[in-house]
């Protein structure tokens, strides 16, 4: 075995403590976790792959331990749940000095404590050339009530948390070959999951369908549409925007509609329920209205509709645009 | 999205059905998953990745994806669980033919129907060059009754099942250019997770310590040694050695004791308690004793001990001795 696989399982299993949740954690050939009583499991897998979703001259390690977890917890978020534990697969090359394995770690662990998430197992492997990291979050929600992305019906309005693009014009301005930093843009470097919104949601029952925002809106809602068998119409104006840079600037329309990795909740409710405006400190913003049929419209200033196609996420790998 | 993750996606989309403990399967943000009443969740994470786990040119794409859920069923095996789900995160070179990946799930997927697990999902993604999978299972065991590493005693017995050494044997043959065929070495190309023995000594409450012989067995029971701080003490006669090729022949002891890759169950149990000969129709063999101290010995014909130092298990990348 070698030694950056030898350091990362010792580290590994020094972080993991007791935890009333889990009674066996790294050292047998499973975890074992208690799901709280009255409680449905919640499970989701996401690929960290190097130059598909993050790219070691651009991220520091521990920017790519951090966004790497986002991307399970935002899951656990959009189902209204709450995580209960993590687990990570990583091969990493022979060549990859250790330290970068330490600093990917410390991002990780600094992001799973900030939410008390336990790392309670995982996998590591020696790979050929590339840093491969699987991670898997488990978490619980009470039994029947997490919020699908099927729930959506004609008629429930349309909201999304925070703003949207930031991610897009990183990677826009990374492609460019100019300056893109964690003070000027944060989400970008250091995305927050959604969790305390999704289970204030839950909670109050306020949303009948939700995903989480790492495809880029066309997408996502593409999504709600299809697995709720309606269609929407989005109001341009209404669009939060994510304000980046230096000066700082609203990001283009485009970046706000179709750009992924936002790690922001979309979510449908009922009209006549009421969604504050703020939820755990975060502006949560009404775009639109979920309709019949399959169409989703884009409603521009002065009325002008137009289909709002899925345009997909571009990965680090290369520019599609 | 490249054609052969879609058509991942949507073969992974189209087995999953309705099925008591997965309210939400694939298409969510999320799987939503019922663990049984008064059950503890098991869970394990194992990659299997090309040139370390498997060779292309050695291994059909049916035989990879037999194979890698067998890792993880093996590992629910060894703490006397029963599988609930696994999840299926596969990595693709975008050069990698349709076929190459349809064979690799009807084979990943016949192991599932054989131990009714559905796959209930995972994640795609394009790689480099390399196949990469990471196999997620989820099982469960009843509170508190996991079979673990560290409950050896000073005393107990130790036993395993099946044979052991067929997998060392059919890697130093492929490694020589030799003809290895499933008809002549069936463990090494579908070994069988033992579910079944592992739910046995559960439900007799016969074991005291257990693990699955993935990495050989002076590893893994240098493992239960670790955990339990207790030492033992081998028979060299009593290994069941695998026969294996045409004509059958015993392997050689080394291979038995050191080679990884076969999947049976190693396990202790007080010498109070009757283990029968065979359970779930597999041979279980008496193969030595649990003593006070650290030392694991190999004792030979006519009393001559010594050290059974773990050899560790060699990867398919290189032979290294």
């Keep these: 075995m070698p030694l950056a696989e030898k350091a990362l399982i010792a580290r590994i299993r ?7 949740a889990i009674p066996v954690g790294i050292g047998d050939d499973c975890a074992v976790l208690r799901i709280p009583s009255g409680h449905e499991a919640l499970l989701t897998t996401d690929f960290s792959l190097e130059d598909v979703h993050f790219r070691r001259n651009w991220h520091p390690p521990e920017v790519v331990g951090h966004r790497c977890l986002t991307r399970g917890l935002s899951d656990i978020a959009a189902m209204g749940g709450e995580p209960l534990a993590a687990f990570l697969s990583l091969a990493v090359p022979a060549q990859l000095p250790q330290t970068w394995v330490d600093r990917f770690l410390d991002g990780f662990l600094a992001l ?15 790979s050929p050339t590339e840093i491969l990291a699987d991670v898997v979050v488990l978490g619980s929600v009470p039994r029947g009530r997490a919020i699908l992305r099927s729930g959506a019906r004609p008629g429930d309005l349309i909201y999304v948390t925070g703003e949207l693009g930031g ?6 301005r990374l492609f460019a070959g100019k300056r893109v930093t964690p003070e000027n843009y944060p989400r ?5 999951p959604r969790i305390a919104i999704g289970c204030f949601l839950r909670e109050h029952r306020l949303a009948t369908a939700m995903i989480d925002l790492s495809d880029g809106l066309s997408t996502d809602l593409g999504h709600i549409c299809d697995e709720s068998r309606v269609g929407a119409e989005v109001l341009a104006d209404s669009i939060p925007r994510a304000r980046v840079g230096r000066p700082v600037e609203a990001v283009d329309l485009k970046d706000a509609l179709h750009g992924g990795d936002d790690y922001e909740l979309l979510f449908t409710a009922s009209s006549r329920k009421h969604v504050p405006p703020r939820i755990a400190g975060v ?9 019949r049929g399959k169409k989703i419209l884009l409603v521009e200033e002065g009325g002008k509709c137009s289909p709002l196609r899925p345009e997909g996420w571009e ?7």
């Design 14 to 20: 020094a972080q993991t403590r007791r935890h009333p």
């Design 112 to 126: 799973a404590e900030q939410f008390r998430v336990p790392l309670a197992g995982g996998d590591t492997a020696q």
């Design 167 to 172: 991610g897009a014009d990183a990677l826009h």
């Design 188 to 192: 970008h470097f250091h995305p927050i």
């Design 283 to 291: 502006p949560v913003r009404l775009i639109g209205r979920i309709s």
């Design 315 to 321: 990965h680090f790998r290369g520019r599609s645009r």
